[in-house]
């Protein structure tokens, strides 16, 4: 059984840049043919996808937050990782991790969620 | 604003039929097949329950069911359960690799 485990500071002062690893057992992030996926949901709204990482490293992000995301990979650890920077108050919200089977959305397993509180 | 619109709440009493819309563009609903639906409920991840406009994954009933017309989708919940009583969300691939979600539909059974 596949499972992903979200880890990572739940608050984060403004200006800095917000960390989360996601920690996959279950599944080699190396065996290949997933995306490895980051998607978050603001306090009682939506979901919105963020990016994913394919295990072949190529990532691909949500084009209103590529500028400020980083997604990477630490195979060794079977692990991998968001950064996005220059967080404000609108970036608090639930940070799922989680895996996508094809890159069009098909998401079979998921983290239980970390929040992320942005605030001094 | 999320990029793909559905109703903020659908209802349906025990046994009968509800059908949950989801509305895009011919940039992501309309050009591709790749139309997904999530369960959420409070305080959990998301489920999947449909991906690929009408697939369903090993485990999730029958009476689940999607389809697509046009820049709309659907989610068709047959004999309501009081389980299915949830949160549900559209998403729609939307090219180059860009994925997006609508803004959820709470399902109440009455």
């Known amino acids: 059984q596949v499972q992903l485990q979200e880890s990572g500071p739940g608050l984060v002062e403004p200006s800095q840049t917000l960390s989360l690893t996601c920690s996959v057992s279950?599944?080699?992030?190396?065996?290949?043919?997933?995306?490895w996926s980051w998607i978050r949901q603001h306090p009682g709204k939506g979901l919105e996808w963020i990016g994913y990482?394919?295990?072949?490293?190529?990532?691909y992000c949500n084009p209103s937050l590529q500028s400020r995301v980083a997604i990477s990979v630490d195979r060794s650890k079977n692990q991998f990782s968001l950064k996005l920077s220059s967080v404000t108050a609108a970036d608090t919200a639930v940070y799922f991790c989680?895996?996508?089977?094809?890159?069009?959305?098909?998401?079979?397993?998921w983290g239980q969620g970390a929040p992320v509180t942005v605030s001094s | 604003q999320s990029a793909l619109t559905q109703p903020p709440s659908a209802s349906g009493s025990p046994g009968q039929s509800v059908t949950i819309s989801c509305t895009g563009t011919s940039s992501d609903v309309g050009g591709y097949k790749y139309v997904s639906w999530y369960q959420q409920y409070p305080g959990k991840a998301p489920k999947l329950m449909i991906y690929?406009?009408?697939k369903r994954p090993s485990g999730v009933p029958d009476r689940f069911s999607g389809s697509k017309s046009g820049n709309t989708a659907s989610l068709t919940v047959s004999g309501l359960q009081a389980e299915d009583e949830a949160d549900y969300y559209c998403?729609?691939?939307?090219?180059?690799?860009?994925?997006?979600f609508g803004g959820g539909t709470k399902l109440t059974v009455l």
């Open positions: 690929e406009v009408n």
């Open positions: 990482i394919y295990y072949s490293g190529s990532t």
């Open positions: 989680a895996r996508d089977v094809s890159g069009y959305n098909q998401v079979d397993f």
């Open positions: 279950g599944n080699s992030i190396s065996s290949g043919g997933y995306y």
């Open positions: 998403s729609s691939y939307a090219g180059s690799n860009n994925l997006v």
